[in-house]
């Protein structure tokens, strides 16, 4: 059973930095897509980031392209958001997520972390 667990979110300075894991047990191949997504109170859950559990194939959504760095950590077997320049609009809960196979649909969903972002 594939399990997900986030970390690292907090309240931070607009302008400042947090790093968010995406911790995975369970079996995730080589090919699966991992994600982050965000839902902010009062708005629906939207994409931020993506990237194969090979590491490869990263993408973003428009409002944080520059900003966000998605990865895969080999050694501790995690998928990380590096979030810089941090902006109020950022302020929400973030979830990881992986697709089922190679179709459109996520599942999966973690616990969420949460970050909230001050002016």
């Known amino acids: 059973q594939v399990q997900l667990v986030e970390s690292g979110g907090g309240l931070v300075q607009a302008g400042d930095s947090l790093r968010l894991s995406c911790a995975a047990s369970g079996v995730i191949l080589s090919w699966h897509r991992v994600g982050w997504f965000r839902q902010a109170p009062g708005r629906e859950r939207e994409f931020v980031a993506s990237i194969l559990w090979s590491g490869g194939s990263p993408d973003y959504t428009d409002s944080v392209k520059g900003r966000f760095t998605i990865s895969r950590d080999n050694v501790k077997n995690t998928v990380n958001l590096q979030m810089n320049s941090l902006k109020p609009e950022d302020t929400a809960v973030y979830y990881c997520?992986?697709?089922?196979?190679?179709?459109?649909?996520?599942?999966?969903w973690g616990q969420g972390t949460q970050v909230t972002v001050s002016s």
């Open positions: 997520a992986r697709k089922y196979g190679t179709g459109p649909t996520w599942g999966y």
